[in-house]
């Protein structure tokens, strides 16, 4: 599988616009999705198990900014 830059793309432009409205907790979120994936993508390592600790690290962020009170939908 490629590495879909558009993709990349977009979440650097969400990224952008959380930092002008000031969301910083939801900035650093992103980055750290883009910059995950980046390190994937260069290591060829597509394992399911690996994806699967990825969505999970990504839920546990989520959890905790929900119990926090920062995370709001």
Do not use: C
């Not at 060829?44 to 929900?66: A, C, D, F, H, T």
Request: no cysteine.
């Amino acid at each position: 599988m490629r590495f879909h830059p558009i993709l990349i793309y977009v979440l650097l432009g969400s990224a952008v616009i959380t930092v002008v409205l000031d969301h910083w907790i939801d900035t650093f979120v992103i980055l750290a999705v883009v910059l995950e994936n980046a390190i994937r993508r260069s290591g060829k390592s597509n394992s399911p198990q690996l994806k699967y600790n990825g969505i999970v690290k990504l839920m546990l962020i989520i959890s905790v900014e929900q119990e926090a009170g920062i995370f709001q939908q």
